[in-house]
Each structure stands twice: as C-alpha cells, then as structure tokens.
C-alpha cells in the first residue's frame, strides 16, 4: 500500500521547526514527508553578529569568525538537515536545493515554480508551508512562498492544504482568522522537538557549529521548548 505524500516548504533555515515542527514529527510517522528548503538563508544579520569580536551571554564565548556568505549559508543548511532528520524526517526527503531563492528575494513566482517541480513528482501531496495572511511587516520570503502556495490552490492544482503561523505572529492572526488552530506536540514526541531545537543551539566553532538559529531568534526557540504550541489554518 503507497503512503500519501505531505511536503512542507520552509522559506528559511529554522522556520520547519519553529512555525511546523510539531507537524512534521506527526506527518512524518505516517506519510512520505518531505521539507524543501526554498531560500539559502545567507543574508541573515547574525553573519554580521558572528564578526564582531564581542562576548556572548548564551555560550559565553568570543565571536570572530568571519564566514562569507557561502560558508554562513552552508552551516545554516547543516542546522536545518539536522533538525529536519530530528523530527523524523528521512534524509533523502530533506530538499536544499542549488536553485533556490537567495534570502530575502524570493518571489511568488520563484516559489510557484518551485511548489509545482514537487508536485510533478507528487501531484496528489498534501501541501504545507507558512500564512501568507499578515500585516506588511512580513518577511518577503514567507509572504511569497505563502502566496504561491494559496494562488495554486485556487487554481485547483493543490488540492490539500494548510498554513502556519509564526508564532509570536499569533495573537495578531486570531483576530482575523478565528479559525486557527492550536497544534501541540505529543508528550511521547517532545523529545524528537527538543533534539530539533538542539539542532540550531549548538556551538562548537571548531566543529563549523556556531548556533546560527539561536543566535537569530532565541526567544522563539525558548518559547516554542516551552509551550511546544504551534499555530495552522486552512487556505479559506
């Protein structure tokens, strides 16, 4: 008997965990689930952070390393697989492609193409990626892959679909969308969310480990290992 197919498109490195993590360990027990990374994540501040040469509370250790943007980009892919591989996920079915978007310039049709080479492959997947609902202060990447992803459902062309929220976004969302729904990790699974979580704090500079992640939003991971909440609603 064939397992239905579930993809998950993240827009950047650490999104799967904090926004669908809890999703994914579901999904992944039960479907072919695949994560596809669509932007390279290189743009991020925390390049600029790991530079220059200050002390930090979280590891207590020095930053200077300075890391092109190839190299930030490759360490942050090393964070996602592994949180992605934390949360059930086989490692053939983690997608960091060569032809995503560059971070922060990820377009509705960029994203479009992207969602429908997978759907190629799986046309009868179930589709899962962030809202594209919100004020104007959404990241680009998120609010494009989010538009693709609803554009395509209006057309017909993905037939099951959800969305999920950032979650400080959360409080926001409900007053326009009543229909979100709370997503908690079961208690035999919290263990596969925390070693996904574990994935973006650690740090280990002589291991090309530099916890890119906690760095960028520690207070949602600490949030999110806490709560172990997450947000979904459907397209309509």
Known sequence: MMMDTTLFFTPH???EVLSMGNA???????SDTHVILCSDGSKSSVRKVLKEDGTCSFHLGFHGYYLT???????????FKESCEALGVKKENIHADNDRAVDGSLTKEKARKMILSYLEKYPNAKVKTVSPFGDMMTQNDHRAL?????ELYEEGKIK??????EPYKYEEFKQDKPDIKSWNVLNNDEEKLFKAIKAYKKWDPKDRRYAIGYHSVKPLFDSLESNKIQYIHAPN
């Open 13 to 15: 490195q650490d999104d």
């Open 24 to 30: 994914i360990i579901e999904h992944a027990k039960i």
């Open 160 to 165: 099951d679909l959800r969305f999920y929220i």
């Open 69 to 79: 943007e190839k190299e930030f980009s490759s360490y942050r892919d090393t964070e």
């Open 146 to 150: 989010g538009e693709a992803a609803l």
